[in-house]
């Protein structure tokens, strides 16, 4: 069955954002209040809210925790496919279709969770940065609250890199390029558009192969945004194989033709170099065989 909890909110709490109370009245880690937001298992005073919503004195929250079905994410999931850790950080090679972290359509089937389950709820797994979740690859992971808040220091420092491979449809003219451009978010819409208000994106790119029309692509973004590589090939004319959101052709492969190929990083304590690299997936490698 699952938990439920209410709470009611104290005269010195009022005006404060919903999440404030849950996570500094309550105690919820961030992983506890998402989980609750996604499953609708939010109510104050019977009505849903916003987490950033204020909450008044004398106001119900009512909590229903969803329950974890830890057999079924193994079942579903497998285990983890880790090239690195230790006691600070772990480093797995994600599968296309799963998701980094929990969301409204996957609260049970993500990456976070399964690494979750696999340590047996020893601790709380933060996700460092996100890849989408057709993207497949290296991706990094915090155990503990000190070494996340390090890692994404080194984030966004430019300590931390990525190196990502791309398959694009075409033969570029220009073989090595660093593009500018800026994306924007539009209501209603799963890609980001190029719009001159829009976040600034910088990517660097080579060309390392070209087979079948295609060419295969190494990527390093100096900026992290939301579809950056994604919407970067396709301004250049080159959308990646797979990608039917920005234009790509989906006949040969059903997800966009993406790789985190190597990540680099300190470790957060002892500030030892740390590289961790994963080959293409089948899928990716099918779209090189000379025909």
Do not use: W
């Not at 978010?185 to 660097?204: A, H």
């Amino acid at each position: 069955m699952a938990k439920q909890l209410d709470y009611i909110v104290k005269d010195d709490e009022n005006g404060l954002p919903v999440k404030t109370v849950l996570s500094h009245c309550l105690y919820l880690s961030r992983r506890e209040i998402s989980r609750l937001k996604f499953s609708h298992g939010l109510l104050i005073n019977g009505q849903s809210v916003r987490v950033t919503e204020a909450v008044h004195a004398g106001d119900v929250i009512h909590l229903v925790f969803p329950e974890y079905d830890t057999a079924k994410a193994e079942r579903v999931m497998g285990k983890p496919d880790i090239l690195y850790e230790d006691e600070d950080l772990v480093i797995v090679n994600k599968p296309s279709g799963m998701p980094c972290h929990p969301s409204h359509e996957h609260l049970d089937d993500d990456m976070g969770t399964l690494l979750t389950s696999y340590y047996h709820h020893a601790f709380p797994i933060r996700a460092i940065g996100r890849l989408d979740k057709d993207v497949s690859g290296v991706m990094l992971y915090a155990k503990n609250q000190p070494a996340a808040a390090r890692l994404s220091r080194e984030r966004k420092d430019g300590v931390l890199e990525k190196q990502y491979i791309a398959i694009a449809q075409g033969i570029f003219t220009k073989k090595k390029d660093r593009v500018t451009y800026r994306l924007a978010k539009v209501p209603g819409r799963k890609d980001r558009v190029i719009d001159e208000k829009g976040q600034l994106c910088i990517t660097d790119y080579e060309v390392v192969q070209e087979v079948n029309g295609l060419s295969v692509v190494k990527i390093h973004i100096v900026t992290g945004r939301t579809h950056q590589i994604r919407a970067g090939m396709a301004y250049l004319g080159h959308p990646l194989v797979g990608d039917g959101l920005y234009g790509g052709d989906t006949a040969r492969l059903n997800r966009p033709a993406l790789h985190c190929e190597q990540l680099t990083l300190k470790q957060p304590f002892t500030g030892k170099t740390i590289s961790v690299s994963a080959g293409l997936r089948a899928d990716m490698q099918a779209l090189l065989v000379v025909r």
